[in-house]
């Protein structure tokens, strides 16, 4: 099992930026990939950003440019670099951790986004 917990949301103006964090423990060994999906009012959850444990990462093309996801390993710590950010941002943000067996998730870290 992983644990997962997400950090960093808060309210920030259009234009303003965050430094999502997701603190991971647990089974670490067992994950191949990791995530960081987003779900707004009313919509479905859309994936965001995700990386391999080689590094590789993609992007929604709503966040190509202005996000940036990277890991610390050392700290064993995911994070989601939020720039430029617009109200159609506004979310709550979930990590994921991706293994064999399952998905792992977090609670979930609400990034609200004022025009």
């Known amino acids: 099992q992983v644990q997962l917990v997400e950090s960093g949301g808060g309210l920030v103006q259009a234009g303003g930026s965050l430094r999502l964090s997701c603190a991971i423990s647990?089974?670490?060994?067992?994950?191949?990939?990791m995530r960081w999906y987003r779900q707004a009012p009313g919509k479905e959850r859309e994936l965001v950003a995700s990386?391999?444990?080689?590094?590789?990462?993609n992007y929604a093309v709503s966040v190509k440019g202005r996000f940036t996801i990277f890991r610390d390993n050392d700290k064993n710590t995911l994070y989601l670099q939020m720039l430029s950010l617009k109200p159609d941002d506004t979310a709550i943000y979930y990590c994921?951790?991706?293994?064999?067996?399952?998905?792992?998730w977090g609670q979930g870290t609400q990034v609200t986004v004022s025009s």
């Open positions: 994921s951790a991706n293994t064999v067996l399952r998905e792992n």
């Open positions: 647990g089974s670490t060994f067992l994950i191949n990939a």
């Open positions: 990386i391999s444990n080689g590094g590789s990462t």
